[in-house]
């Protein structure tokens, strides 16, 4: 604001002076100075500009701009280049027609040039640039020559000169291509900056590469990649297609980064995309020889990471992955059955000629579901590696897979049974020499599969059976390995799952305790009762092992009309037992299970005092020998009279003491495999074995899988238990919503239900008709969906 | 004057049209859009790195410099800049001498520091001079 002040008051002493004349006062003669510029620009346009003065033509077209000759000198100065490139330049280009190359290199070379004249006469001109082209809106100078090289040179004749550079660029990339031969990048380079270079016409703004070279180029590039993979395609071969492919889009990509714009590149990938992956991908991956389920089965690691690669190139969806992995491992299902059997078979073969038990073919089921437990893991790790090494974790394909292993574990029957089997083996024989951590390792793994079980109460009812049997044979190797097991199951599903197998494992801790203390009670009684004879009190000492379970946590079948009658010495033992038991709880049953339990006796036979474990059962039907002369013989029917063993059992306890080939501790007569209602048994005095300690297997106690009829009532009962759970979560929900629409309580039910089983909504609508007929619930009056609760 | 032959000199001769000689650093003359592009085109001035000024006598010339060598130094500045002096009774011929030796030109080629339009605000006169420029009844 100062100067202006001071300006203001020193307008009134102080004259501005007006310009010289020089600057701008003097007359100009148009021509005259035309002649001048003219001339110039020829000079300029053949290389002679070192001779003429800058400063003089500028201050020429700055008088000839200032007189308002602008119009005049801007179309002057077109009309000289435009001459020049027609009469010029053009003819020097057409002159070097036939070879190619040489024709390249002239169009390049006169372009470079024409370049830089324009450039230099634009420069000099820029008073006119600045100040007439401006304001006039026209282009500047530099630009204009642009356009009439575009014009008079490249499009001049309908498009002459450009159509056969055109041509000859995709000739020479072609030949590249097919040949690899190496062309001149750089020529080809600084050919297609000129297309690009070339202005658009006014009505479009693409420029010339974009308008008339790109889509000739793509064509060109579409024909070679559709020959190239119909060449491949004819292989046959996945893994060949593949590896060709990579090599040729890598060729591509390095090729025409070279000389390529970068707008046209991905446009180029796209189109390699489309044709040479996307099209073919799903008969390539489908080849029998070295396709995608080859490459899965011999864990082809980097190759299958290449196929994730170029799939990942046209499809972030990869949906073509994840329908042939679908496809994969639920053809694995069947594989695995088949290979599961043929590792079985062998042994199954192998076992039957040494020895023709009949037991063998049932432990081989077992076998079975153990190794197809084994394989399923094996065949999870795979699809883990593969997910890891090659797919860099891709969650979409990690999802894909994990939902495809769920259903071929869900579709093949027997995964709950086979599972708790594999984990029954595991806890009670393959643990053995293991360490902690890897026995962890393999119950986690099996947890995964856990994962998977739609039907989760199913499992949970045969790991109850499978515990049960191995709690009370005392089969587990360790404590600790079931505990954790049963945490991590807990760790899924919460404590309410888990509570009564917690519970089992409460009561054997219990009993145990129980157990010992009854024992010492017992030691003090006999010493008080007997305190000098000692001998005598060893001698008739039994000892007895109790195991007390609560008859809801436990899965087994209570035998409440048993009349089994105790051998006497048992039977003192039992009432005392109970005093002791009831004395502590009094208001509890105990009802007395034993077909459960076993008996050590300690017998003498003619050769040898054997140590001989055998059911309950069993015991006491030796136990009617016991005391009687040698020869003393009983029939079926006797047998039965006296021990009340029921009829089935007693057969069974009969054929494992008396046909068993190791455990013949009685003669039958008629020697034969059935037993028969006459049949007599007498003592085996000959018996014989080269161990101390004999085992009398018991038949029914050991854990193998079920047969049909045994799993149809596995299945019934569990159905059974469903109806029990869907009617208790729907009162439940009902209960603390009151009131709910069908679709509400459908939803909620099944999202209560899901930890355990997955509720078709058929039983789910059945179960709110029955709670309907009961008065549970009631439909509202106004509304025929809305269900209320009745308290 | 030897070293002015060389093109890469880091100084340039100014002559004036009445014969007066400056030897002005380059780098304040490139701030000049017409004197960049003669220092930087292959013509006769860019080889002798000479430039004859017809249009500009020494009294003006000089006062130019000046400014050429006020701006250089301030260019980047962004404060405490002071006002550079320009006489009353030269303004006008200032006005038309700046308007040929461009000293804002700007083209895709020449892309001439943006100090002088930040000067041409920060400082009235020029910005005085600039305005006038579009008012200049000399120019079309």
């Known amino acids: ?791 | 004057m030897s070293h002015l032959d060389q093109e890469d000199s880091k100084y340039v001769k100014l002559i004036s049209s009445d014969g007066y000689q400056f030897i002005v650093k380059r780098e304040a003359c490139l701030i000049s859009g017409t004197l960049k592009n003669i220092l930087n085109t292959s013509f006769k001035e860019s080889e002798t790195n000479t430039v004859k000024l017809y249009e500009l006598d020494a009294i003006l010339l000089s006062k130019i410099i000046e400014y050429l060598y006020y701006n250089l130094k301030y260019r980047d500045e962004l404060t405490n800049i002071p006002e550079f002096d320009i006489p009353t009774e030269m303004a006008l011929e200032l006005l038309v001498a700046a308007d040929f030796l461009d000293s804002k030109y700007n083209s895709r080629f020449r892309q001439l520091g943006s100090g002088l339009d930040a000067l041409s605000k920060n400082y009235p006169i020029w910005g005085f001079v600039y305005s006038f420029s579009c008012l200049n009844p000399f120019i079309p």
């Open chain 1, 1 to 791: 604001m100062s100067i202006n002040d001071s300006s203001a008051h020193s307008l009134k002493r102080t004259k501005i002076r007006p310009p010289k004349k020089t600057l701008s006062g003097s007359e100009v003669d148009f021509n005259k100075s035309w002649e001048v510029l003219s001339f110039a620009i020829k000079q300029i346009q053949s290389k002679n500009s070192s001779s003429l003065s800058f400063e003089e033509l500028y201050r020429i077209s700055y008088n000839l701009v200032l007189r308002k000759f602008g119009k005049s000198l801007y179309n002057n100065v077109l009309e000289s280049i435009k001459t020049h490139l027609l009469c010029d330049i053009r003819s020097k280009i057409l002159s070097t027609t036939e070879d190619d190359k040489k024709f390249l290199l002239e169009v390049n070379k006169q372009w470079q040039e024409n370049l830089l004249s324009t450039r230099m006469i634009s420069d000099v001109l820029m008073y006119l640039n600045r100040v007439y082209s401006k304001q006039n809106h026209l282009l500047l100078i530099y630009d204009v020559g642009l356009e009439l090289f575009r014009d008079y040179i490249i499009k001049y004749n309908n498009n002459e000169i450009g159509d056969r550079i055109i041509r000859i660029v995709i000739n020479e990339v072609n030949k590249n291509r097919d040949t690899g031969e190496i062309i001149d990048k750089f020529l080809i380079k600084s050919i297609i900056y000129m297309l690009e270079t070339l202005p658009g016409e006014k009505d479009d703004g693409e420029n010339y590469y974009v308008k008339y070279f790109e889509p000739v180029f793509l064509d060109a590039s579409l024909e070679f990649y559709n020959k190239i993979s119909n060449e491949i395609i004819a292989f046959q071969n996945g893994l060949v297609y593949i590896n060709k492919i990579d090599q040729l889009i890598k060729d591509e990509e390095q090729r025409n980064i070279l000389y390529l714009p970068q707008t046209t590149f991905p446009k180029l990938v796209d189109l390699m995309n489309n044709v040479l992956i996307d099209k073919n991908l799903n008969i390539i991956l489908r080849f029998e020889n070295e396709g995608l389920k080859n490459l899965v089965d011999n864990i082809k690691l980097p190759q299958l990471n290449l196929i994730y690669k170029l799939v990942l190139r046209c499809d972030t969806e990869l949906s073509i992955l994840k329908i042939l992995f679908h496809e994969i491992i639920l053809n694995e299902g069947d594989d695995l059955m088949k290979k599961t059997k043929e590792l079985v078979s062998p042994i199954n073969n192998l076992t039957n000629s040494n020895k023709q038990s009949k037991s063998t073919g049932k432990e081989n089921t077992t076998q079975f579901a153990v190794k197809w437990v084994e394989n399923i893991l094996e065949l999870m790790d795979k699809y883990e590696e593969i997910l890891k090494k090659s797919f860099a974790y891709n969650q979409q394909l990690a999802k894909a897979i994990n939902s495809s292993i769920s259903q071929l574990l869900n579709t093949s029957n027997n995964v709950c049974e086979y599972l708790s089997l594999f984990i029954d083996d595991c806890i009670k024989r393959a643990f053995k020499n293991r360490t902690e951590e890897e026995c962890e390792a393999i119950l986690d793994k099996s947890i995964v599969i856990f994962r998977h079980i739609k039907d989760k109460d199913l499992f949970e009812k045969y790991y109850k059976k499978h515990l049960a049997k191995r709690l009370l044979q005392q089969k587990s190797i360790s404590n600790e390995l079931e505990r954790s097991m049963i945490s991590k199951i807990k760790q899924e599903l919460g404590a309410s799952f888990t509570s009564k197998l917690e519970g089992m494992f409460r009561d054997i801790k219990i009993s145990k305790d129980l157990s010992s203390e009854f024992k010492t009670l017992q030691l003090k009684e006999a010493a008080e009762v007997a305190p000098n004879n000692q001998k005598e009190l060893s001698k008739k000492k039994l000892e007895v092992d109790v195991n007390i379970l609560t008859t809801t946590f436990w899965p087994l079948p209570l035998t409440k009309d048993n009349n089994f009658k105790f051998p006497e010495s048992l039977h003192t033992l039992k009432e005392k037992y109970e005093n002791f038991y009831l004395s502590k709880h009094n208001a509890r049953i105990l009802i007395w299970a034993p077909n459960f339990g076993t008996v050590d006796i300690r017998m003498r036979f003619k050769k040898k005092l054997y140590e001989i474990n055998m059911p309950t059962y069993s015991g006491a039907i030796i136990m009617l020998f016991d005391n009687q002369t040698s020869d003393k013989k009983y029939t079926f029917d006797e047998i039965y009279e006296l021990t009340n063993i029921p009829k089935q059992e007693l057969k069974r306890q009969l054929q494992s003491i008396s046909v068993a080939p190791r455990t013949r501790l009685l003669i039958k007569k008629p020697m034969s495999r059935d037993v028969k209602h006459d049949d007599v048994f007498k003592i085996n005095e000959n018996f014989h074995s080269n161990l101390t300690k004999v085992k009398v297997s018991a038949v029914s106690l050991s854990n193998k899988p079920e047969d049909d009829s045994e799993r149809g009532k596995t299945i019934e009962s569990v159905d059974r238990s469903r109806k029990y759970e869907t009617d208790a979560a729907i009162v439940r929900i009902m209960k603390a919503r009151k009131t709910a629409t069908h679709n509400e309580l459908m939803n909620e039910t099944i999202r209560q239900l899901q930890n355990r089983f997955k509720p078709p909504p058929s039983l789910i609508k059945q179960r709110i008709e029955a709670l309907l007929e009961r008065e549970y619930l009631a439909r509202s009056s106004d509304d025929r969906n809305v269900y209320n609760y009745l308290a």
